[in-house]
């Protein structure tokens, strides 16, 4: 069975350090990877996807980048933390050509307190 | 762009009780929508896929409907319980790779 894994669980940074955050996928080949995140009272969006090693898509200007440097493996970076980048942030998978009847798969999370 | 609206955004019931959670979106050229819970601190769990040709779709105590053209739809959940207690998002997306999330129906049940 696949399962998606996300580290840290938590973590606690200060304005202006790094950030990286680590997905990784088990039991699937060649999948879809995404990031996504949730801020304080509102909705979850998408920040970014990726079809492929090395190939990413950037939904929104900001100041996070993201990496997918192995196929099951993804990465959310940044180089200067803002005290906006606090939320919540979850990684998700999905079958790559994926139908219309085949959906998403998320993990479990990781909360970023920017203090 | 799509938007999605869901209504209530919060919702706190008795246990037993038989609810109905709104969702509504602009656009309504969409691929599928999907149902979601999350749980407090968690990360999503898909519950049902409405595929964009379907009206429906049911699972256990759970039934999902879709109205493309009006751009609506409705989870319904029947004699709810404390365990059902959890956070639903609804997700219209326009194509296959990218979901759109609507704000969620914080739902409480209590015993």
């Known amino acids: 069975s696949q399962t998606i894994h996300q580290w840290p669980a938590t973590l606690v940074q200060p304005v202006g350090s790094p950030l990286s955050l680590e997905c990784t996928v088990e039991?699937?080949?060649?999948?879809?990877l995404y990031w996504y995140r949730q801020a304080a009272g509102r909705g979850l969006q998408l920040l970014f996807y990726s079809v492929g090693i090395g190939q990413i898509s950037s939904e929104v200007p900001q100041n996070l980048s993201a990496s997918r440097p192995q196929d099951r493996q993804f990465i959310l970076s940044s180089k200067k933390l803002l005290l906006s980048d606090s939320g919540f942030y979850l990684c998700?998978?999905?079958?790559?050509?994926?139908?219309?009847?085949?959906?998403?798969?998320f993990g479990p999370g990781t909360r970023l307190l920017v203090l | 762009k799509q938007e999605v609206t869901q209504i209530p955004a919060a919702l706190s019931v008795p246990e037993g009780e038989n609810l109905v959670l709104n969702c509504s979106f602009t656009?309504?050229?969409?691929?599928?929508l999907q149902w979601f819970r999350q749980d407090p601190g968690k990360g999503l769990t898909s519950l049902l896929l409405i595929q964009s040709s379907q009206r429906e779709q049911t699972s256990g105590r759970l039934n999902a409907s879709l109205d493309k053209s009006s751009g609506r739809s409705t989870l319904y959940i029947a004699a709810s319980q404390p365990g059902d207690s959890a956070t639903y998002l609804c997700a219209p997306p326009p194509d296959t790779d990218k979901l759109i999330f609507g704000t969620g129906t914080r739902l409480q049940v209590f015993p």
């Open positions: 656009d309504s050229a969409i691929y599928n």
């Open positions: 039991g699937t080949s060649n999948p879809n």
């Open positions: 998700a998978w999905s079958v790559r050509g994926g139908r219309a009847g085949e959906t998403q798969y």
